[in-house]
T-cell receptor
Framework: DGGITQSPKYLFRKEGQNVTLSCEQN?????MYWYRQDPGQGLRLIYY???????QKGDIAEGYSVSREKKESFPLTVTSAQKNPTAFYLC???????????????FGDGTRLSIL | AQSVTQLDSQVPVFEEAPVELRCNYS??????LFWYVQYPNQGLQLLLK??????LVKGINGFEAEFNKSQTSFHLRKPSVHISDTAEYFC?????????????FGQGTTLQVKP
């Protein structure tokens, strides 16, 4: 079955450490997204990518970085500059960003990041 | 700028009772509207979407929503809920002046179905 795989499910970060969250999709989708979810705040967009080797900042990109070297992969790095990284991180994809009206975003099962 | 407001953070309801989860949006352009459901420690699953046409949209698991342009609302309803409907529900809007297709989410409503 096609879908989005996020790993690990749980991740712990030490102070001053960078950590990378994995997101892989086998849906052949062009567009991929990273969201941060905090209780009572809904989902906020961190970064998105419309095509390989291209990505754009979302609403809360500070302290995060991404890469899009392959169509199926969109890893997110939480850097030490992100002072409040504890959250639930969700990766999503859609056929392409301009057809979100026809093909809504599909989501992975998330990674929960905590500070040690 | 677009925004979405879910008017209730928590909605407790007894099993087999009807429920309505409220969503209001603001936008200066035509929008597309979505409801997603999230079960604990999982991702989001699409319940239904409004793109155009009939204002009453039917989705999965017996849910439906009505688009009301004059009131800028997209409330989610179910005539009889089950324990298994306990989850968090998100309303989202897309379609802005730059046509990026990005989704803007509301804060979420936790539906608690009691036996």
């Amino acid at each position: 079955d096609g879908g989005i795989t996020q790993s690990p499910k749980y991740l712990f970060r030490k102070e001053g450490q960078n950590v990378t969250l994995s997101c892989e999709q086998n849906l052949n989708h062009d567009a991929m997204y990273w969201y941060r979810q905090d209780p009572g705040q809904g989902l906020r967009l961190i970064y998105y990518s419309q095509i390989v080797n291209d990505f754009q900042k979302g609403d809360i990109a500070e302290g995060y970085s991404v890469s899009r070297e392959k169509k199926e992969s969109f890893p997110l790095t939480v850097t030490s500059a992100q002072k409040n990284p504890t959250a639930f991180y969700l990766c999503a994809s859609s056929i392409n960003i301009r057809r979100v009206s026809d093909q809504p975003q599909h989501f992975g099962d998330g990674t929960r990041l905590s500070i040690l | 700028a677009q925004s979405v407001t879910q008017l209730d953070s928590q909605v407790p309801v007894f099993e087999e009772a009807p429920v309505e989860l409220r969503c209001n949006y603001s936008s200066s352009v035509s929008v597309y509207l979505f409801w997603y459901v999230q079960y604990p420690n999982q991702g989001l699953q699409l319940l239904l979407k409004y793109l155009s046409g009939s204002t009453l949209v039917k989705g999965i698991n017996g849910f439906e929503a009505e688009f009301n342009k004059s009131q800028t609302s997209f409330h989610l309803r179910k005539p009889s809920v089950h324990i298994s409907d306990t989850a968090e529900y998100f309303c989202a809007v897309s379609g802005d002046s730059s046509n990026t297709g990005k989704l803007i989410f509301g804060q979420g409503t936790t539906l608690q179905v009691k036996p």
